[in-house]
Every structure is written in structure tokens, then in C-alpha cells.
């Protein structure tokens, strides 16, 4: 058996199993999809040349895009560019994929895609050449109404543009739909890059009513100021919260009173690090940890371990990014009242924009921005109100019942489908 014999292992790939055979266990799953959608659909591996501005030799770089499940339209996930990146943890980025599209409600199955390379020093030539390259070498398995990349740890809009225009030339004419997140010059959506920050903090609001708490003059904490972790930074501050900390991979800042969350936007402009923004003090101690209301973790995954969980302070914790917490982190949370917002409800929105974009691409509409907005969080609070509705009747958590809404409908459609041949 492939699962026995590690081909796909990995901490987060473990984690992930053991949350779905949970959940399987729960909603007595088929046995005959159950070992099914344990392993992805297609894997592809690829080993391809790099070489550095300054230097002579060539180095091999590899890279992954994984599949998870074809049948219910085309797979649809990140590209991500980190020297952990292995086949194990994309697998896994992968499957919760497929449950994150299944609960929002899209017509996709999951993907993921990764290169194993530190992205910080590369200058911009380098990353083009890395990002053309291996773009060149998924092309046998993407395409619009395949598989349609878009942004993840350690890739832009930008990257997405020079996926773009790899992919265009193969094929002999332009090609927006092939990926979503790109810039809007060349068929992006105007909202695409703040959507999976702004959802995640829509469903926090929407789930602090629940239990009688406000945004409003919250303590927000936030880990990591990239793509999610800014707008959602944002998104709080906007709606009176006072976003005290926050960091990046270079450090942490402090401001009791709130960060000015839109001075911080303009002084970390051209990639500059939030450390040393004069409206705020360096920060010594674990973010983590720091007392707060709200707690949104929107860098890397398992940074919330059984070492810290029982350290964290925050009554709220909204997953920006996927899979911060590990399984018995999140019992230690649950334990202690930690209201957790899981990353395939919280971090949704993402995706949700991206199909908008892709839409639009496929279409040729063009949606406005208060438009986009509407829908996006439309869809993201009808996703959690369903999810809330499961979690009372199951008497269970967010994460499970978000799971139970997912794996449902994934294995919904792979049973109706039937087999081949
Ligand atoms: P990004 O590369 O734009 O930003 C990541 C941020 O985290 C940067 O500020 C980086 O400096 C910081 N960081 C990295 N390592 C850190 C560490 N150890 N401690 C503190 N900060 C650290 O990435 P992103 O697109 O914002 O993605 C963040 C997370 O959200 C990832 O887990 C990703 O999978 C997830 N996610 C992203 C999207 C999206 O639309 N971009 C959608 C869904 C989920």
C-alpha cells in the first residue's frame, strides 16, 4: 500500500490523514472511496536546471504539483516556492484543497505545487528563470480546464504572470484563465489578492458574534505580514479592532495602543521587512504567545504546537494560513476555550476569488470590485453559517464540521460518477 510505504510522508500529510479518518469514521464513510481519497489522483515530480546570477555552475531544482481529485471539474491550488517544500507536505496542501473548494461550494478538485527553493535571495531574473522553467515542465498536466495554478507562500502576482505568459507561448496565444491571482493588466482580478485575508477575517467577525464577542477594540495579534496576513491586518483594523503585533520572517513589532495598519502598509512597500517601522516597538518574545483577543497565524504552517498551545492567550484564533496548528495543539486550544477558525472555512476566500477570476477569464465578464466583494463574502458566510448549523447539530467543532461538509460532498460526487471503467 502506498500510504505503508511513505511515498507521500510527511508530518502535515500524517496530520491530515488522521483528521480524515476521523471525520470518515464520523459520517461512516464508504469503504469504497475511503482509502481512495487517502492518495492523490496524479503526482508529478520534476527535476529541472537553475542557475544563478553570479555564478557558473547549475543546480538542480525540484519541483511537485500534485492532484488530488479529477471528477468534479478541474483542480485548482497554490504554487509555492520554500526549501521544505517535499512531495508529502503538497500532498497534503493537496487534500485540504479538496475539501476547502468542496466546502465554499466550487466546481474544483484540489491541487497543489511547490519548488523546493528558498525564494529570499533570488533576485528577480532568477526567480523568472525558475518560475518559467518549471512552468514548462507541468505543462503536460495544467491547463484552464485542467489545472489552474495561483499564489501561495513564497510566490506573487508576478510569478503567476510569468506562468502566464510560459504557458501562453506553449500553446500560441494568450491564456489568462491558466492561472488566477495575476496582476489585473493581464486578466486578474482587482480583489483577488486581498480576498483571502479580508474572508478570514469576515468569518472571525461572523463567528465572535456567535459567542457574544466584537471586533471592535479587539487586541489582534497577526503572524506573518505577507499577502494574508497584511489584509487581514487590514480588514481588522478597518472595523476598529487594534492589531497590537505583528511580524514577518525578520521580526516582530509591538503597539499596545494599535498599529496604523495603512502607515505600515506603505513602509513595508518594496518587500521591506515590518521590523524597524517607527510607529511601533521591536518585539522580543514568541507572537505567539503575547495577550491578545484574536490570534491570526498567517505565515507558515505548524507553528501552534502541543510545546506552545497551552501558552497562547487568545480566545479566538482565525487560521489565515493552512495548517498552523497541529492535532494536538488544537485539542489543547479546544480544551482551554479557544474558539478556532479552521483554515479550510477561514483562509477560503482565496479560493473563492480565484474562481471568480478564473470565471471572468473564461467568460470574458468584468466584474467591479464592490461586486467581487459582495460575492466573495456572500459566499464565505453562507459556507459558515452552514458550518456553525453542523457544528451544533454534531455537537463538534469548527474543523470537524467543516471536514463533514468537504469530505461529504467530495465523496458525494465520486460516488455518483462511479467507475472508470
Ligand atoms: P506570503 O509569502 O505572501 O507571506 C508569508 C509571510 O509570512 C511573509 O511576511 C513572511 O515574511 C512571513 N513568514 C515566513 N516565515 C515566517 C516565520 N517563521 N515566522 C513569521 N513570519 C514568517 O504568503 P501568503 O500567500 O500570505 O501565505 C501565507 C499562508 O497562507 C500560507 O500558509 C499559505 O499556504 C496560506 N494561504 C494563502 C492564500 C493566498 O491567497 N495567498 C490562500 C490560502 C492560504
Same mark, same amino acid.
Given at each position: ?13 500524517? +496530520?491530515?490523514?488522521?483528521?480524515? %479518518? ?12 475511503? +482509502? ?8 508529478l ?8 546570477? %553570479? ?26 516556492y520554500?526549501p521544505?517544500?517535499?512531495l ?47 512552468? /514548462? %515542465? ?13 499564489p ?8 503567476m ?21 495575476k ?10 489578492? %486581498?480576498?483571502?485575508?479580508?474572508? /478570514? ?34 480588514? /481588522? ?97 479546544? +480544551? ?32 467591479? +470590485? ?15 453559517e ?36
Amino acid at each position: 500500500m502506498i500510504v505503508e510505504n511513505n511515498l507521500f510522508d510527511s508530518q502535515m500529510y500524517k +496530520e491530515v490523514i488522521k483528521q480524515y %479518518e476521523g471525520v470518515a469514521d464520523l459520517i461512516n464513510l464508504d469503504p469504497n472511496i475511503r +482509502e481512495r481519497l487517502k492518495l492523490p489522483q496524479r503526482s508529478l515530480v520534476v527535476t529541472f536546471p537553475f542557475r544563478r546570477d %553570479e555564478y557558473d555552475e547549475v543546480e538542480t531544482v525540484v519541483g511537485y504539483r500534485v492532484q488530488h481529485v479529477l471528477s468534479m471539474g478541474p483542480t485548482k491550488g497554490g504554487i509555492r516556492y520554500s526549501p521544505d517544500v517535499n512531495l508529502g507536505e503538497v500532498t497534503a496542501l493537496a487534500i485540504l484543497m479538496s475539501w476547502k473548494s468542496a466546502i465554499v461550494g466550487l466546481p474544483y478538485g484540489g491541487a497543489k505545487g511547490g519548488v523546493a527553493i528558498d525564494p529570499n535571495p533570488l533576485t528577480r531574473a532568477e526567480k523568472q528563470r525558475v518560475t518559467r522553467r518549471y512552468t /514548462a %515542465e507541468l505543462i503536460p498536466i495544467i491547463g484552464v480546464n485542467k489545472d489552474i495554478p495561483a499564489p501561495d507562500l513564497g510566490t506573487d502576482e508576478q510569478t503567476m504572470a510569468w506562468i502566464m505568459d510560459t504557458y501562453s507561448n506553449f500553446v500560441g496565444y494568450a491564456t489568462p484563465g491558466i492561472v488566477t491571482g495575476k496582476p489585473a493588466s493581464i486578466g486578474g482580478s482587482v480583489t483577488r489578492k %486581498e480576498s483571502t485575508g479580508r474572508g /478570514a477575517v469576515a468569518v472571525g467577525v461572523a463567528a465572535m458574534e456567535k459567542i457574544g464577542k466584537t471586533i471592535k477594540n479587539s487586541k489582534v495579534v497577526v503572524q506573518g505580514f505577507g499577502n494574508v496576513g497584511r489584509y487581514a491586518a487590514m480588514a /481588522a483594523y478597518e472595523q476598529g479592532a487594534k492589531v497590537i503585533a505583528v511580524n514577518d520572517v525578520d521580526g516582530s513589532i509591538i503597539n499596545e495602543k494599535g498599529i496604523n495598519i495603512p502607515e505600515l502598509f506603505k513602509y513595508t512597500s518594496n518587500n521591506v521587512s515590518v521590523n524597524g517601522f517607527p510607529g511601533a516597538e521591536k518585539l522580543n518574545e514568541s507572537i505567539l504567545e503575547i495577550d491578545c483577543d484574536v490570534l491570526i497565524p498567517a505565515a507558515v504552517g505548524g507553528v501552534i504546537t502541543s510545546s506552545n498551545a497551552s501558552k497562547i492567550k487568545a480566545k479566538v484564533l482565525i487560521e489565515g494560513a493552512n495548517s498552523p496548528t497541529t492535532l494536538n495543539a488544537d485539542k489543547i486550544l479546544r +480544551e482551554n476555550g479557544v474558539l478556532i477558525i479552521p483554515d479550510i472555512l477561514a483562509n477560503a476566500g482565496g479560493i473563492t476569488a480565484s474562481y471568480f477570476e478564473w470565471v471572468q477569464n473564461t467568460q470574458n465578464y468584468l466584474w467591479k +470590485e464592490a461586486e467581487l466583494y459582495e460575492k466573495l463574502i456572500d459566499v464565505m458566510l453562507t459556507a459558515f453559517e452552514e458550518i456553525w448549523t453542523i457544528s451544533e447539530k454534531q455537537n463538534c467543532d469548527l474543523r470537524t464540521a467543516a471536514l463533514i461538509k468537504g469530505i461529504k460532498r467530495v465523496a458525494a460526487a465520486k460516488l455518483t460518477r462511479g467507475l472508470f471503467p
